[in-house]
């Protein structure tokens, strides 16, 4: 912004040689200058033409100079219009009159060329500087709506988060985030992994020692037990006190989920390992065991407003609950199925027929000895 700013400037006068002088003097300046030899088509040329300043003449035929002003300042989007009244009147009671319709300054005829340009460098100056601050304030108005969206976005993105890492690794929620949409967590049907595990004796540790203690092994299970679920990309269907269910190659895809969820369940059994022997050290005596099964389920959210899980259903989810059960502390129990899909030098042991609750047939099931590292797998 600089004091010699060109404006658009309208001079209105009855008279041609009034309106030719304020326009030569004007225009030398560099600024843009329309004319009108009329009250009603100066209030044409005001509403039709961005201007930043008026330049106007008070004894004129028809409308006078006080009643172009008054209907001037009558539309809001001119409040801030500078006008001049240019009037060989110089009486005060005019002067009061040209202030009580909305006029800014007065210049008296003959017009001094001087003062002339003096008053409209400092009027459009500070018509400048209130279309800086309008359209600062428009900037501002726009700042804050686009930031007051963007917070409710980002307190939406990070609740829905929160839901999400409840059943979901770190990595896959935050992938639902990212993409912003999770029709892959509707209902749907998939060959997954499920791996069902829980504590051995956990009913009757919690029967025979303090609450607070009880919650104390709990919590450091499931906070263990979750950082290796975590670590492999499984993810969590649902806790249930000692229990837990996970299950690979849904929603995020797993190149080979039986090998996948075989592997997290001796890591999680080897840690069982070492947390037990802390526990026993406090006489503590808490088993474990892991029930794993293979085949198609149907998955996707259920629940309600507030309180949504994401689940998977079907009887190779119910098989792997029911190995679980039968399950002896330390043991891995899985089905052929899955013995068939993972390599060939897989420790394992057949254990004897049984019949499980809820199946018709009896299944063999074979507890997982030990199982090669990645780089240790035949080709």
């Known amino acids: 912004m600089t004091n010699d700013r060109k404006g658009r400037i309208l001079v209105v ?3 041609p040689q009034n309106v030719r002088l304020l326009e030569d003097i004007l225009t030398a300046k560099g600024h843009q200058v329309f004319t009108a030899s009329s009250g009603e088509e100066a209030m044409a040329l005001v509403s039709s033409t961005s201007l930043d300043l008026v330049l106007l003449d008070v004894i004129m035929p028809g409308m006078s100079g006080f009643e172009v002003c008054k209907n001037i300042r009558a539309d809001a989007i001119h409040t801030m219009l500078p006008i001049v ?8 009671d005019d002067r009061v009159k040209g202030i009580e319709a909305g006029a800014d300054d007065f210049l008296t005829k003959p017009v001094d060329m001087h003062e002339l340009l003096a008053r409209v460098r400092s009027l459009l100056r500070i018509h400048e500087l209130f279309e800086t601050v309008n359209s600062q304030a428009a ?3 726009d700042l804050n709506q686009n930031l007051e969206e963007r917070v409710h976005r980002q307190v939406e993105e990070l609740e829905r988060l929160g839901r999400l890492r409840r059943f979901l690794s770190p990595q896959v929620a935050d992938l639902v985030v990212s993409s912003g949409g999770d029709k892959f967590l509707h209902s749907h049907r998939r060959k997954i992994a499920t791996l069902f ?7 009757r540790f919690s ?4 609450p607070e203690e009880a919650m104390e092994v709990l919590q450091q299970y499931h906070e263990e037990m979750g950082k290796l679920i975590y670590q492999m990309g499984g993810t969590i269907d649902h806790r249930a006190g000692d229990g837990i269910m996970v299950i690979f190659n849904d929603p995020m895809p797993c190149d080979d989920p039986a090998y996948t969820a075989v592997t997290l369940a001796i890591t999680m059994r080897n840690r069982m390992d070492e947390l037990s022997g802390q526990w026993q050290k406090l006489g503590f005596e808490l088993g474990f065991g892991i029930g794993l099964t293979v085949g198609y389920a149907t998955l996707g959210m259920v629940g309600y407003e507030g309180r949504f899980d994401y689940t998977a259903n079907g009887s190779s989810v119910n098989l792997a609950s029911r ?10 129990l899985v089905t052929e199925k899955v013995l068939a899909l993972i390599e060939n030098d897989i420790k394992s042991e057949a ?5 499980l609750k809820g199946l018709s047939i ?3 099931p074979h507890n997982i000895i030990s199982i090669p590292v990645e780089g240790e797998r035949q080709s």
């Open 323 to 332: 190995l679980c059960d039968e399950a002896e502390n330390g043991q891995v």
């Open 207 to 210: 029967e025979e020692v303090e």
């Open 197 to 203: 595990c829980d504590l051995r004796g956990f009913t």
């Open 362 to 364: 009896p299944i063999v």
């Open 85 to 92: 009244l240019v009037t060989a009147l110089d009486s005060t």
């Open 13 to 15: 006068d009855d008279l």
């Open 139 to 141: 900037e501002l108005k």
């Open 351 to 355: 254990l004897d027929p049984r019949l």
